[in-house]
């Protein structure tokens, strides 16, 4: 198995974990970047960072891209055409703001991820979403 064949396994696990903001527990709650972490946790063991305190309008109120640059200093950013089940994918959820919204690519046109109000759960990667993908990253191979 590859590593994006664990983190996709993982990620499956955290299906119908409720959604909570800055949570990341599988089973008790977790954003779209708490799902990230947590199956960072599980690949790797400890978190290579861990992020500040961030409200949800956070991206909006900073117009920072503190989400890519993150992604861009832990994982290995590829060409999102080049994305495969089990990397990270990143959406900017309005035109020119800053990226704000993540998931993991799960094969057959979807991607797990976990949004307001509802619970982690795959969601076809439909031309609204593909439209708002802005960057894509496999994980490291060892770290």
């Known amino acids: 198995m ?4 664990d983190a996709l396994a993982i990620a499956r696990t955290w299906i119908g974990t409720p959604y909570h903001h800055q949570a990341s527990r599988r089973g008790v709650g977790a954003d779209c970047l708490g799902l990230v972490r947590g199956v960072w946790r599980e690949l790797y063991g400890r978190e290579p960072e861990l992020p500040p305190p961030y409200s949800a309008d956070w991206a909006e109120a900073t117009k920072e891209e503190t989400l890519l640059a993150a ?3 832990n994982l290995v ?3 999102k055409g080049a994305a495969e089940p089990g990397d990270v994918l990143l ?3 309005v035109a020119h703001g800053p990226a704000k919204h993540a998931g993991i690519l799960s094969g057959g046109g979807r991607f797990i991820h976990a949004y307001s109000g509802r619970a982690v759960g795959a969601s076809a990667l439909s031309p609204w979403w593909r439209a708002k993908l802005v960057a894509a990253f496999t ?3 060892s770290l």
């Not at 590859?2 to 064949?5: F, P």
């Open 71 to 73: 992604a861009r200093r």
């Open 2 to 5: 590859t590593v994006r064949d």
């Open 91 to 93: 959406f900017r959820m």
């Open 139 to 141: 994980w490291p191979s």
């Open 77 to 79: 950013e590829i060409d």
